[in-house]
């Protein structure tokens, strides 16, 4: 297990290199002056050059990706003309636009992409693999055809529809939630959980149909193998079957897709951060872009692929809990 840890994450660290190299090729590198959008439109010829300077533009290609490398591991100084600004690590650089830190702006807006994160993946790996396992146990039944509709309309209906619906219902019609507005978890958490709720089951509806359907399929199949009609054969009990058996082999993909899931989704929320008014990182993307804040863009996309990189790792190193297979192939 332990050489299998060390693999996995030697290959991520390689992982957010090559993903590292590559932003800075396609944000930094590209057709453009960094320097005339840190100063602005109306800075002269002088100012560029001065600012060029301080960002260091004059150097090779070479020197300012392993400064934008060691800012990350080791922080960075930057020069503001009068003074100094020292930007510990992980540094990702200073707004152009606010002159803020990266690090510090995208502290302020994790968490709450984080509760939305989070929160929507308890919701569907609740519905999603109840809803699969009631249907591979109810198989050829009324109730399996109701919760195969069921997982193909969630699967059919774009998150921003099922999320207005369900500010329609609950907010405009029957008026039993407030419309949401965001409210940290440190303030007050029966607000926060109440703000979110509509968006974790705008999320939870959509994702719990993709993993009511793999359940499902996953589970008749375990149920279909050799060790279970052996099970049977003996005389033990079709609950212990079910529970201690056939469904820890049939959630392993379950939990590989779910941790790889909750990483794309700390980037892959914009539509629901939008129309649930949820200041996260989503929204500061989106903004960032329209204004060409080009260090804060980087800096987002960057958390985002660490967050998918690590729930890859996670989701391997809990396919080996569940399957000791792995850790040997």
């Not at 390689?14 to 959008?37: E, K, N, Q």
């Not at 940290?184 to 994702?207: I, R």
């Not at 993909?253 to 790889?260: R, W």
């Amino acid at each position: 297990m332990t050489r299998f840890l060390l693999r996995r994450l030697f290959q991520a660290a390689v992982v957010l290199v090559v993903l590292a190299a590559v932003l800075y090729a396609c944000f930094y590198l590209a057709p453009g002056d960094a320097a005339r959008l840190a100063c602005g439109p109306k800075c002269n010829t002088a100012q560029i050059t001065q600012i060029r300077g301080q960002m260091g533009l004059d150097d090779p290609v070479y020197v300012q990706f392993w400064h934008f490398l060691s800012g990350i591991v080791a922080g960075h100084d930057y020069s503001t003309g009068t003074d100094v600004l020292h930007c510990p690590a992980p540094c990702l650089g200073q707004s152009y636009r606010t002159g803020e830190l990266v690090t510090t702006m995208i502290g302020q807006k994790l968490p709450a992409t984080a509760s939305l994160a989070f929160g929507a993946m308890v919701l569907w790996l609740v519905i999603g693999v109840g809803t699969g396992l009631l249907s591979a146990l109810r198989r050829g039944t009324v109730t399996e055809r109701l919760l195969t509709g069921f997982t193909l309309v969630g699967t059919a209906t774009p998150v921003f529809i099922t999320g207005i619906l369900l500010l329609l219902v609950f907010c405009s019609w029957l008026q039993w939630l407030p419309y949401p507005s965001y409210v940290p978890l440190t303030e007050d958490p029966q607000q926060w959980a109440w703000n979110l709720l509509l968006a974790w089951l705008a999320l939870a509806l959509v994702e719990a149909a993709k993993y009511a359907r793999l359940t499902r399929s996953s589970m008749l199949e375990t149920l279909a193998e050799d060790h279970i009609r052996t099970f049977r054969a003996y005389g033990v009990g079709e609950r212990a079957i079910v529970v201690r058996h056939a469904l820890r082999g049939a959630l392993t993909p379950v939990i590989a897709l779910s941790a790889l899931d909750l990483g794309t989704m700390f980037g892959g929320a914009l539509l629901t951060e939008t129309l649930f008014n949820i200041p996260g990182l989503g929204q500061q993307l989106v903004q960032s872009v329209q204004i060409k804040d080009v260090p804060v863009v980087v800096g987002i996309v960057l958390v985002m692929g660490l967050a998918v990189v690590v729930a890859n790792a996670v989701a391997d190193v809990l396919y080996a809990v569940a399957d000791r297979r792995v850790v040997l192939a």
